[in-house]
């Protein structure tokens, strides 16, 4: 339950007086406008605010005077051609901004994208809310032992349970001593002191802005398998989100970048040896143990039907 | 006369269709949108898309679920305190996007302001239009002597239509040999070659967004007197734009940065005395003469009425 | 003791065997270098490379082929200049790079300075240490009253041990938790989930490289009194790095920022007055009562000597 | 001939009083240092000043307290994995600066790199030389039909005569009116203004400084075939410098970027019908023409050996 009842008519009340813009405006995103999309226990994401479309993307790359003068094939041609060689630009001339909730070991993670803006709730200024992550059992797993930074198996339902046990005494036993600390009956401590005693799992929220093309990149790095999963789930939340605004630019993103693949020069000569007939084994590829594996992985994946 | 007709067709259709959002919206600024705002000879500015108001500005201060909440003043206090104080991130919060066409030696000082988005129409790609840039006879002036970088006074009307015939005659020239280069009956040179012999008054046209802290910023360098004047027309256009979006920053921003002056320590330890009552004079200030002239013109200026 | 003997023993190493080069050196610096000057209970701050020296600033604001033709009056003249009228991209062509220990909730604010280049300590990847920021009780303050995001006075010396004794029960009791659910024969929880029972008072480090002009400005805005006193010991230390490595620039940032006070236009009206003889009080001088009280106290202020 | 003897001098007086540090340094990059590495008939590159190695990048991926304390096929085997995934961070902790003298249109492109910081020579502060791009007869080349931004064949050596006679003569007399117009006892024009009588293949000049990663970046887009020759020479002798600076990194970057090739998930869905014995052909393959031919391209490309 994230979201308080005062919380909700807030946001209820900010979609009640649709205006008239001349604005490009996209009706499948001004659906998901305001409403948050919740994520882990306490968390979510929305949308408050954005700029442009796919037509925007064209119209900059063209530099013309109207908006989309072309025909819809030729408009989807040109943004697929600038996503596959990398042509940035045009997609910096969209921008997006969402207000998030989150704990602060994910956004911590998640500021170092710099090529953004933010604004967070202070708690230098105010005082945090009793809210903290705890995952679901499913996602108490093991450290894995081939992935230094990466997870293994789930534990068992008893040990789950036991480690929630202690994130949960933890959390609470630190937020009991914030308030106290806080109680002008008690110490009357300073915020920005107080605040010291949180852990790590303890929610803030912030409002974040960001173009497109940083936009993709984000999702790029935080969608992919290896990024934590706290993380991930707001990083498949945005990749909805992309779908209802830029529904051309996305699909180009998940051809050409979310289920593509670089081939190193040493593994091209590994598929021409290949694709001229030769049977190739790892040895003698003049590739490591570890690219070996990650090319088979690449050729295996199932890829998105076109 | 910057635009021909099929561009003003291709602009009237943007507004033709206005649709409905539940984003916030300017009214004073949508009645702007897509309009060029005329500067030079053949040059313009003009809004294509904006992100957020003077709320969006209080909203990401006070990071809240709504849109403003509080009272009127309350919020004109804020951005007041904001703008002071030099909290920047909440101005990043508002995005706005210009097309503009402007000469190339002025773009080439626009670009230094890094923090912004960027599609310029390509030489590369396409073939510029046989339009640059002659100043009026009011602008034809001498280089000043006391400012290495400015100007003093204007010309002789004599000397100046020498001068603007001879600008003339260059950039037509290079103009006409241009086109004679890129004609397929006749040289058929790559165009990425052929612009090399364009005149750096030649206009070139970009599409740029910005938010609006990097916007301010922009403004308080490029309006300032010390600007080149070519570059402060756009500048001075902006500042009008801006009293149509956000009136509320854009008041606090002439009060607080664009009307205002920072005294050095030097400078305040003069003031210190001369509040006290001694008559202080430039040798015996601790101020360089350079110094002290900044600190007398800054005292004398006249400054917006409050 | 913020350093073990392997890690000191690592640093010697690094100041063993000099090597010669043709780059601009600062021998004041080089006395400084790897050393950690000490912040905190656990923190240092250690410069670990450099790039450029004043003469750099020169260089470059004149784009000549040489190192400092010019006098050094000069020079001095020309570096203040810049300084004054805010040419920042001069001072952007030096570059410095530190290594920073320091408390999580201190991390968290020094990475809003976006225009730098981090890399942390990971914690996803890597064990943290035992190590937890413990205030003084000189520093164990009350909220301030007027200030919402400030201190007030010094909490009694009894108050403040139970404080103390509250952040260290709490912050140990975490650090035990992650320390057995990481322990594989009773958890072997992965790193990337076991970090969030840690309090933000656990020291965390990183490399933080920066350029001359983003270092003035974060030394600006957490040098000064407003700045939370746990990340203000850290930009002192570097404003005493800066005194080393450039002496001219720094002096001209001490005279023309941190000395400085920005009067807004109102402010400007109300000196024009008391300048002129006439008495001004608040109410009738169009300045809010908080605007006054900050002009006051720039003007009553001691400013460093000449 | 692109140095007077006295900037000669000027270089020679840089390189004549080596120090001591104790910061990394490279032998094979202190060789290179201040020596104008020359391209097209009057530009250069040269560095001017370095911060960081190799070992740089592994100090800060590593976050350790020494330099380098792992073995060099640990070490190399680090920077391999970094530049494969696109870990950026650790590269950033490298910094260069260069001097580059090159002709306005390729500064206009150049600039477009936002990521870096520069001092260019301001012609209204001062007065640029006579000196403009002239191209060999080699690079007079013709408009190419198939790609709108590229050249296809040479010119003839009679038309290439014509071009280049016609853009001597251009250049020629729009300078001859430059100094015509700043002449004293002509015109005395101010600098800011007389500057616009320019062309495009006039040379500029600037300091430039960019980190290791950006610099890569630089050099992935403007090293590439597609490039445009007058700036790809440029990238070429960065690309040289690099190898001198930071061997290691420079090797990763040619074997997982400059000789690597992004297959989209259509190209990878080929491959693995390829792979699986079946022939493909372009018009049941699901990729655009266009595509295919980029993927036969790549695949047929000869790439570095190991």
């Not at 001349?22 to 999309?37: K, N």
């Not at 170092?112 to 903290?132: C, G, K, Q, W």
């Not at 108490?140 to 997870?151: D, F, H, K, L, P």
Request: with cysteine; glycine share 4%; net charge neutral.
């Amino acid at each position: 339950m994230p979201l308080t009842d005062e919380q909700r008519a807030e946001i209820e009340a900010s979609r009640r007086s649709p205006t008239t813009t001349s604005r490009p405006t996209v009706p499948a995103l001004e659906a998901l406008l305001f409403t948050p999309i919740e994520r882990l226990d306490h968390g979510f994401i929305r949308v408050v605010d954005y700029m442009g479309d796919d037509g925007a993307v064209v119209q900059a790359a063209r530099v013309s005077y109207g908006r989309g003068t072309k025909k819809v094939s030729e408009d989807t041609g040109l943004i697929r051609y600038l996503m596959r060689h990398r042509h940035s630009t045009p997609f910096e001339m969209c921008e997006i901004k969402f207000h998030v909730k989150l704990p602060v070991f994910v956004a911590r993670q998640w500021i170092r994208h710099r090529m953004a803006n933010v604004n967070e709730y202070s708690a230098r200024y105010s005082i945090l809310d009793r809210e903290f992550y705890l995952p679901t059992p499913e996602q108490i797993s093991a450290q894995s032992q081939s992935n230094r930074q990466g997870r293994a198996e789930v534990l068992s339902p008893d040990k789950a349970a036991e480690v929630l046990a202690l994130l949960r005494r933890d959390a609470t036993q630190c937020y009991d001593a914030y308030e106290r600390l806080l109680d002008p009956d008690q110490y009357g401590l300073a915020r920005e002191l107080a605040r010291m005693n949180l852990t790590l799992n303890t929610y803030t929220q912030w409002y974040w802005k960001i173009d497109l093309h940083n936009l993709l990149h984000f999702v790029s790095l935080r969608a992919d398998p290896h990024a934590q999963y706290e993380i991930r789930v707001y990083a498949e939340a945005i990749l909805d989100v992309l779908r209802a605004w830029v529904p051309v630019t996305c699909a180009a993103f998940e051809e050409y970048r979310l289920g593509a693949f670089t081939f190193s020069a040493g593994m091209i000569r590994v598929l021409q040896r290949q694709l001229a007939g030769e049977a190739v084994t790892q040895p003698e590829s003049g590739l490591s143990r570890r690219e070996w594996d990650e090319m088979q992985a690449a050729l295996r994946a199932p890829t998105p039907a076109p």
